[in-house]
């Protein structure tokens, strides 16, 4: 991947702020190697190469909220069970990377764990093993939202074709949650994107041979960012691009 540095500006200094305590309970899938984690519903590919890791969860579908969560960062601690490690509980961020779809040939209380209205995290193996012993399954957890501290600028992946641009963001910091996103090109005026799935965001419009920037609005706190000439004109599909702006 090749990542180009650019001139950007911040439009608002606001901080994200965490959100109070609630109750949910917590599973994972895949092994001690995160292997399964890769790829996800919210489009981030390879987690390790963008910045990711092993710190990572599913959401249940009223939590990753039709891929508006995509990103966005979680405390969770282990709650009340004989499975938890420790007496102080211990404490895990991980960033929501996929979906946990519902299994309705489960109970909702019995292995249908991210049926709605269920409010449930199903992690990485690594970032469970963290806050609680793996043979528990499932247990009961706290969790509330925090900000998410990224390292770098915004990144943003291209794919699509001459007529169509698909654009994945990626490492945002702060709530980490996106809700719209515009695209410019040096000979344009500002294009809405329309939300795609997970963390990507289109425009049906040729924009070839331009420098490109970007207009973001934040889902939870409807701040908004604007990240200048991240796209040279010879920009490609393929290539991810960095812009040294973000969230926090």
């Keep these: 991947?090749?990542?180009i540095l650019t001139i950007s500006i911040k439009a608002t200094d606001a901080v994200f702020r965490p959100s109070p305590w609630q109750l949910a309970h917590a599973t994972f899938y895949g092994d001690e190697t995160a292997s399964e984690t890769m790829g996800g519903a919210c489009g981030y590919g390879n987690l390790f190469t963008n910045g990711y890791g092993t710190d990572t969860a599913a959401l249940s579908s009223i939590l990753f909220n039709n891929g508006y969560a995509c990103g966005s960062c979680y405390q969770i601690k282990c709650y009340q069970s004989k499975w938890c490690f420790g007496w102080v509980p211990f404490t895990r961020v991980v960033t929501a990377t996929n979906l946990?779809?519902?299994n309705w040939s489960q109970?909702?209380?019995?292995g249908g764990w991210c049926n709605p209205p269920r409010v449930h995290f199903d992690m990485s193996k690594p970032a469970f093993m963290?806050?609680?012993q793996w043979k528990a399954g499932i247990v009961p957890v706290m969790y509330r939202r925090v900000?998410?501290?990224?390292?770098g600028g915004l990144r943003f992946s291209f794919q699509?074709?001459?007529y169509w641009l698909l654009v994945y963001v990626m490492n945002v910091g702060g709530g980490g949650d996106i809700s719209q996103m515009w695209v410019k090109g040096s000979r344009t005026g500002w294009t809405r994107m329309s939300h795609n799935w997970g963390?990507?965001?289109?425009?049906?419009?040729?924009?070839?041979?331009?420098?490109?920037s970007f207009r973001i609005t934040f889902y939870t706190t409807?701040?908004?960012?604007?990240?200048?000439?991240?796209?040279p004109n010879n920009w490609n599909v393929g290539l991810t691009y960095k812009a040294n702006v973000n969230f926090r």
């Excluded at 109970?107 to 019995?110: E, F, R």
């Design 147 to 151: 900000p998410c501290q990224r390292s």
């Design 160 to 162: 699509g074709n001459g």
């Design 130 to 132: 963290k806050i609680a």
């Design 100 to 102: 946990c779809p519902p």
């Design 222 to 231: 409807k701040e908004t960012l604007f990240a200048w000439n991240v796209a």
């Design 199 to 212: 963390a990507s965001y289109q425009a049906f419009a040729t924009l070839g041979g331009q420098s490109l």
């Design 107 to 110: 109970d909702s209380n019995n």
């Design 1 to 3: 991947m090749a990542f």
